[in-house]
């Protein structure tokens, strides 16, 4: 079945930039997505990614998708204490009324 | 514009109580409306979800089940709780040509 794959745990230093990567199965996949998660609150859509691209950037966010490999990142440049989160890889496909989460990569941020 | 409303935010039950959790989405019609439980430090698990009035899935067999009365109000139900279902519950909906799903925010479940 789909499965999506991160890494758990990141930590950064203030100002760097943050390299958050994702592995996913469904080669259908049709859509690409980042959530972001603050502590005790829902999930908020960063951003989002069609499979027939390669790169989004918008803002300090930069999305790459490699599709031949499955595999997408989101790049955090200049990451600010406010970035600390949880940030959540997902994909789905155009039929699909279900979207397919990853278990969430912890971004810490340390002075 | 679209909202979705979760409550309460935070609940405190004991064990083999009843559970109902509520979530209604208001500005669009016939969403796909979903459960989720996210336990303490891991991912999302998808519990429920319904593309419409009466219509539910369940993708994990449990203790729970959920409801879609009306159409944009969804409701998650247990006779008896366990303390594994304690967790963090989140809402969310998402329709047709809106890229993406939206979340409500949350109610922290915990069984003592």
């Known amino acids: 079945g789909e499965d999506v794959e991160q890494s758990l745990f990141l930590s950064v230093r203030e100002g760097d930039s943050s390299v958050i990567n994702c592995t996913y199965t469904?080669?259908?996949?049709?859509?690409l997505y980042w959530y972001k998660q603050e502590p005790g609150a829902g999930l908020q859509l960063l951003t989002y990614?069609?499979?027939?691209?390669d790169m989004k950037q918008d803002q300090r966010l930069t999305v790459l998708l490699n599709k031949k490999d499955k595999h997408l990142s989101l790049r955090i440049a200049d990451t600010q204490t406010g970035d600390s989160a949880i940030y959540f890889c997902?994909?789905?496909?155009?039929?699909?009324?279900?979207?397919?989460f990853g278990s969430g990569t912890r971004l810490s941020i340390r002075p | 514009s679209q909202t979705i409303h979760q409550w309460p935010a935070t609940l405190v039950q004991p064990v083999g109580s009843p559970l109902s959790l509520e979530c209604t989405v208001e500005?669009?019609?016939?969403?796909?409306l979903y459960w989720y439980r996210q336990a303490a430090g891991r991912g999302l698990q998808l519990l429920f979800y319904?593309?419409?009035?009466?219509?539910i899935s369940s993708e994990v067999p449990q203790n729970l089940s959920a409801s879609r009365p009306q159409d944009r109000q969804f409701i998650l139900s247990s006779k008896k709780l366990l303390l594994s279902d304690s967790g963090f519950y989140l809402c969310?909906?998402?329709?047709?040509?809106?890229?993406?799903?939206?979340f409500g925010s949350g109610t922290r479940l915990t069984v003592v």
């Open positions: 500005g669009t019609s016939n969403p796909n």
């Open positions: 997902a994909e789905s496909t155009s039929s699909a009324s279900k979207i397919i």
């Open positions: 319904s593309v419409g009035i009466g219509q």
């Open positions: 969310a909906w998402h329709f047709q040509g809106v890229t993406g799903y939206t």
């Open positions: 990614i069609f499979s027939n691209m």
């Open positions: 469904d080669s259908s996949s049709t859509y």
